[in-house]
């Protein structure tokens, strides 16, 4: 009966492990409340986050790497001016979300008011990226937690195997 409280004890102690990993890897909501995207890309869709931003109130106009996530309050004005890459030009803003724009969409400096989550994407001529569209993941720990979980429960399985295995011996 012991063994039996010490193998659910340690699968309880495993799948807690499990679970406390992959909620450290997720990506966080804002604390104020929503996240402004900021991406960019071709016209073609050929290539993404190529370039960089400068604005949304993170330190000024120091340049934004794309892609980004901007914690934002409700109701909070940022201005973001798009910085296309070498040989490349800007062309309009694509908006997804609840995100009003002030001014136009084809100039390469905007002024938007957040009211709740959002993406803002510069959009480029086409053609102008000379690399392939490779797309990282905003969090790339994130790709671990599959793996933690697959490990826990192979260790979970594997202890019960030896534990079923000595109750026969």
């Not at 102690?13 to 900021?38: D, M, R, W």
């Not at 490779?134 to 790339?140: E, I, K, L, S």
């Amino acid at each position: 009966m012991l063994e039996k409280r010490n193998l659910i004890s340690f699968l309880l102690l495993s799948t807690l492990i499990v679970v406390a990993c992959c909620s450290v890897l997720t990506p966080k909501t804002s604390a104020n409340g929503f996240t402004l995207s900021l991406r960019s890309a071709d016209e073609l869709n050929s290539c993404f986050n190529t370039g960089t931003m400068s604005g949304g109130g993170v330190g000024g106009a120091a340049p934004i790497s794309l892609p980004a996530n901007l914690p934002v309050g409700a109701g909070e004005q940022i201005q973001v001016t798009s910085n296309p890459p070498s040989g490349c030009s800007f062309v309009r803003w694509a908006i997804v979300g609840n995100i009003l724009v002030t001014g136009d969409i084809k100039a390469q400096t905007i002024r938007v008011t957040v009211n709740g989550d959002g993406t803002l994407t510069a959009i480029y001529a086409a053609r102008c990226c000379r690399v392939g569209g490779v797309v990282a993941p905003v969090n790339p720990l994130i790709t671990l937690a599959p793996y933690l979980a697959l490990i826990g429960l192979v260790v979970a399985a594997g202890v019960a195997v030896t534990v079923k295995r000595r109750r026969k011996n």
